[in-house]
């Protein structure tokens, strides 16, 4: 099948040591079979990177659940299991496992606030489960080891995600209209109810132009 990783920059060699740890599944290489969930990645990236996203296309060759050479753990959906493996893979900077791929839901941005607010003790796993109604279709596969990755071929063609640099201009207009320091500038944006809502893909902020956010930014500031 076709799977997409969403970055900020084009992806010609995959080097597993440059993946950040604390992943949902563990330090790997994330890819997804949802072209528009790796198209939202890589707009957030771009977006705290200052520059375009990009999306490259591998082919992934499903017939590795067959072998007996790869050690595989899958989740169809949300549940005890997944929850207790994201959470001591989040917890630990080191690869605390030992499978070569892994594939399931992801915790997205809503389901890493209940799962950080279950780390902080503000709620229980049952409360967890009861706050999780009704989540949105996600999927991600992590390769975990260097074996594993030889199941994925890079297609002859990219998906450019031509994104405008939208925080750097509307920090650039805060500092000018608002007289602030570089620093508070990025500080307004970045935690603003429009970056919030800039970030979510459901909301579809990322399609406006940069100009309309920065005047639904203002009336946020007023």
Partial sequence: MKVFHGSYTLITEIDLSKCEPQRDFGKGFYVTKYRPQAEFWAFRKGLKEHTEGVITEFEFDENIYDDNKFKVLKFETYCNEWFDFVIDNR???KLIHTYDIVEGPVADDKI????QRFLDGYITREQFF?????????????FCTVSSLQML??????????IEDVGEKIVEMIISDF???EKD???IFYSSNIFAKLSDYNTRFFA???QEIYELLKIELK
């Fill in 153 to 162: 071929k890079m297609l002859d063609y990219k998906v450019i995600i031509n």
């Fill in 91 to 93: 917890k630990s900077r």
């Fill in 112 to 115: 890493q606030r209940y799962l």
């Fill in 185 to 187: 500038a990025a500080d």
């Fill in 179 to 181: 007289k602030k320091s």
């Fill in 208 to 210: 406006k132009p940069w």
């Fill in 130 to 142: 009861a706050d999780l109604k009704h989540p949105e279709p996600s999927h991600q596969i992590c």
